[in-house]
């Protein structure tokens, strides 16, 4: 029997979450039914459109444009604050209702996730059946809807939650993919990014198809080692099977819009010694010590440039990422005033794995490794206070917004 894929799609997740919540809490508008987005806060300008109403779609709000801009499409526009901790239990009590449904599930974000049919697809008629219950009984259960798609590849399937929502089921087969699929923009192709995009209109490849039928030689001559996948998923090859286990953590960083531009460069080094510190957290957390490091700036033009480094020995201390983080920071800045600023970590091991000195050092290896265990323990202290009384508790005072706190 030929494997079957499931892609099941929160229908815009957020939106619909909040809306269920908000129901059960005695509010008798449905935030799915009037012209309402999830965004930060406007005062903040954190503002970006996180996930649209249906009647939002209706005014071209699109998904990831800042709120200023959907309120001049929409005046009378409802705006409600994301709520990431009420979106994690939902998420979870999904996931869990579908493993036991069928235990071969692979979550891929929030709110999506595969399921491999094919060793329960003997209880069910068909699978277009099967995922209609599925789906009816996600929307009995919880009060929110989803999309499945269904193909004998994962790509395939994912392709096909994407059509026509919300609540609905779609089949992408191999043998429907010249008449589904190669009739869309390139742009509705999963993968095939703005920048993708772009590249490919200039070869005048504007369909999926076109781009099925181009020489993948070509593509790959522009688009690199992306060409490729791109020019595979175009032709529905896909030979990727469901994961179980998750994924090990390539990463941990963290970002913030400022609610002023950054105009100094010590205001830009306070910002980065505060995510360094919460990034460095993480990694502690998670048992893990960076080898790469990444500094991020978006401009007040939108314009964004990151560059990175890499460690000479793994660190997870905020001394060594923050530090690493300014000098990068100083490659990088041109002088415009700064919107945005992230700390990012890569090439992740484990805390424990055992760490080469340089006995070329001006330092002893004594005195290094003082040095770094006093570090280490002051970092430990910080955490299990911030831990124990919460992040406020603890604050550097360069990081005071009144020096004489």
Known sequence: MDTTFF???????????????????????DLREIPSIIGGD?????GVVLAKSVPAKAFHINTGEPI????????????ESPNHALYEEYSANLMDYLSHICPDIEKVSIDECFMDFTPIATHYESPIQAATQIKDSIYKKFGFTVNIGISNKKVLAKMASDFKKPNLVHTLFDYEIAKKMWPLPVSSLYMCGKSSVDALKKLGILTIGDLACANPDIIVSHLKSHGQLLWEYANGIDDS????????????????????????????????LSLSETVCSRLRTAN???????????YSTFKSVSHQT??????????????????????LWDGTPIRLLGVRTSKLVSKDEP????????????????SSQKQTKLDAAIDSIRQKYGNSAIVRASLLSNPKD
């Open 42 to 46: 406007i005062q903040r300008r954190h």
């Open 68 to 79: 200023v801009n959907a309120l001049k499409k929409c005046p009378f526009l409802t705006i």
């Open 241 to 272: 099977v469901i994961e179980n286990a998750p994924s090990e953590l390539k990463g941990i960083g963290n970002s913030i819009t400022l609610t002023k531009d950054a105009v100094t460069r010590d205001e830009a080094f306070r910002v980065l």
């Open 288 to 298: 893990q010590s960076a080898g790469m490091v990444s500094t991020e700036i978006k």
């Open 310 to 331: 890499t460690l000479k020995t793994a660190s997870n201390t905020n001394e060594i990422i923050y530090k690493t983080a300014c000098t990068l920071f100083d490659e």
């Open 355 to 370: 760490v080469q000195m340089n006995l070329f050092d001006m330092q002893s290896v004594s005195e290094v490794t003082a």
């Open 7 to 29: 892609h099941i799609d929160v229908n815009s997740a957020f939106l619909s979450w909040s809306a269920v919540y908000k129901l059960k809490q005695g509010d008798t508008i």
